[in-house]
């Protein structure tokens, strides 16, 4: 008795929760498991936000250069003082996290989707294409990044384009590895078989079968991935190998901020601790998206 | 096992030969006289010696004629001649900067096992404990920050408030050792920081699974003390993960130790690379990117042939 009426409660006050769309309760029930990944995202969307909005957040233009505020301390006008060209820092560090977030998730969207079609290919087709891609794929993984990096730099010309492009090679082999490990499990599995069974053509088995099964790991992946991409643009950037100067980088702002460090310590430490907070964010989102999506790996890097 | 072992090193060297090409190809991502341009604006050339630079170079030739002609290079040695060093092959010097790199490497990973490994345990024993938390978030804050800025932010407040300064002249370890380690330790560690953390994470999560397992079990019920149980038999368990992470992370230690040594201006790879680049001495640049995923790929091979050494349960197969 007791158990109806629980249930005829329940079915009372269904009806204004399944209005709700279906990814704000995913949303909603993720920000109770996993406050901190919850806290992270909301910074991240802030950071974006401030980047979107650089024209307004920002006193003056990114290059506008004021000799009288070179080297500057911060004031009310630059509140993270100027660089040695009499740049206004904050103006540049809001410009720069639109390359660099630009970069982190334009190259990080190329790489996955670039590795997921390699990766569900190889497993799918298995034998000589396997064979074949999985070489090639160890052949970019053995370049040490930085290394691939440099060779590319050296003959592209260095916008931001072609430094999406570049960091997009490196990232596409680890994605396709993992992918191509679920899809050789996946394709053994019983609802793959009745799929093929039942006449569906290898592109929709793959895409409409194991391509949604996939998703869990190489969520957790990408999300990673975005954070080590900034990381990498800012290396590049601090070596002069990114989109070239006078765009603001957060990278190249490190370049010129260890070298003005005498007078201006601020100028190292600001776009150091935006790639801090940035990375941080993301990865402790990467780890409560991981836990909530694969409970295999809960506790695991 | 012996199969085994034939069957990855020629892998291994298929892997070897796709990278040269990929690299030869990425090199000549512009047509021939695009880098000639290139090379003469930086002026490091004069323009009388352009047009012998071109017949040098070969650029007139197919791409295959010159991919060849690579390939004899590397094999009888030299890997071809510095453009702008002139008389200087690129092998030579490749060979007064890799030991730096290496060295660099090797101090890395091992200043980063000694911290990463002790503090992975501890995390895992201590679950849940605030010392575990404390360690947790460190180590995701180690995996934020760049090495590079963690090296600037070194050298910045080193030099000013602890009188380091970046060394100015290079010791070799073969000269002095203990100069040379003097001067490697501090870039070492922050090679190391950024490993460290994964590290700790990877030794953290295995050890809490071997915790559970049967022969932990086991341990304990026949009495032995938990630090027994933990060192004897769960910590060597967990440990082999962490080896084939190591062994797998060669790529970018390697990566990493070209940003550190650039930083504190150690003469290794990375100055090499980014000069090459920087000078348009293509062949240099060439002959680095192979060099480095050479190293590379015979890491990941000496990690796994030494799997079942370290694991006696794996079967080559």
């Known amino acids: 008795m007791a158990a109806t009426s629980q249930t005829t409660q329940d079915v009372y006050f269904a009806p204004p929760e399944t209005r709700v769309p279906r990814w704000v309760r995913w949303f909603a029930s993720f920000t109770r498991r996993q406050p901190i990944a919850a806290a992270s995202l909301a910074v991240l969307v802030l950071i974006c936000a401030m980047a979107v909005a650089a024209p307004l957040l920002a006193k003056q233009p990114p290059d506008a250069q004021n000799l009288a505020e070179r080297l500057a301390g911060p004031s009310w006008d630059h509140p993270l003082g100027g660089d040695e060209l009499g740049r206004d820092v904050w103006s540049r560090l809001l410009y720069g996290a639109r390359i660099s977030l630009g970069a982190g998730l334009g190259a990080t969207a190329i790489g996955v989707a670039a590795g997921v079609v390699l990766g569900l290919v190889s497993g799918y087709a298995g034998g000589f294409v396997d064979m074949t891609i999985q070489r090639i794929m160890d052949a970019i993984m053995a370049l040490p990044p930085l290394i691939l990096l440099m060779v590319l730099a050296s003959t592209l010309d260095q916008n931001f384009r072609n430094v999406i492009i570049a960091i997009s090679i490196f990232i596409a082999p680890g994605t396709a590895r993992v992918v191509r490990g679920s899809v050789l499990t996946l394709k053994e599995m019983t609802f793959v078989e009745a799929a093929r069974a039942i006449g569906a053509s290898p592109g929709r088995i793959i895409f409409a079968h194991i391509l949604p099964n996939t998703f869990a790991p190489v969520i957790v992946l990408t999300s990673i991935t975005v954070g080590s991409v900034i990381i990498i643009e800012a290396a590049l950037g601090y070596l002069g190998l990114s989109v070239r100067i006078p765009a603001a980088t957060w990278g190249n702002m490190l370049n010129t901020g260890a070298a003005k460090w005498e007078q201006d310590p601020l100028l190292a430490l600001a776009p150091g601790i935006a790639i801090i907070i940035t990375v941080f964010a993301i990865n402790l989102l990467g780890d409560g998206l991981r836990d909530v999506l694969d409970p295999r790996l809960r506790g695991k890097t | ?317």
């Not at chain 2, 690579?70 to 009888?76: G, K």
């Not at chain 2, 091992?110 to 947790?136: E, F």
């Not at chain 2, 920081?193 to 999560?205: N, Y």
């Not at chain 2, 932990?216 to 084939?244: D, S, W």
């Open chain 2, 1 to 317: 096992m012996r199969d085994f072992v034939i069957r990855r090193t020629l892998a291994a060297f298929v892997v070897l030969v796709l990278v040269s090409m990929f690299v030869f190809g990425m090199m000549h991502l512009l047509p021939g006289d695009a880098l000639v341009v290139k090379l003469g604006e930086t002026g490091r050339i004069p323009p009388s010696q352009m047009a012998e630079l071109r017949a040098k170079m070969g650029i007139d030739d197919p791409l295959v004629v010159q991919y060849i002609n690579w390939v004899r290079d590397i094999l009888d040695g030299s890997m071809g001649d510095s453009l702008i060093f002139t008389g200087r092959s690129v092998s030579s010097r490749i060979g007064n900067a890799l030991p730096v790199t290496i060295e660099l490497g090797i101090l890395g990973m091992a200043s980063a096992l000694i911290i990463g490994l002790p503090l992975g345990v501890i995390s895992a024993v201590k679950q849940d404990s605030p010392l575990d938390y404390l360690i947790r978030v460190v180590s995701l804050f180690g995996l934020s920050i760049p090495q590079f800025w963690l090296g600037i932010i070194i050298i910045v407040y080193g030099t000013r408030y602890l009188g380091y300064a970046p060394p100015s002249k290079w010791i070799p370890f073969e000269d002095d050792p203990i100069g040379n380690l003097k001067m490697m330790w501090i870039p070492a560690l922050v090679l190391g920081f950024g490993f460290a953390a994964s590290i700790m994470r990877i030794t953290r999560s295995t050890v809490l699974e071997a915790l559970h397992e049967d022969y932990a079990r086991t341990a304990r019920a026949k009495g032995l003390a938990e630090r027994a149980v933990v060192y004897r038999h769960v910590v060597r368990n967990a440990l082999i993960p962490v080896v084939t992470f190591v062994g797998n992370q060669a790529a970018f230690v390697f990566s990493g130790a070209l940003l550190v040594e650039l930083l504190f201006l150690l003469p290794g790879m990375g100055r090499l690379t980014l000069q090459a680049i920087q000078n348009r001495d293509y062949p240099q640049v060439q002959g680095s990117a192979l060099v480095a995923a050479a190293i590379v790929v015979f890491l990941n091979l000496l990690v796994d042939i030494s799997y079942g050494w370290i694991d006696p349960r794996v079967r080559y197969s």
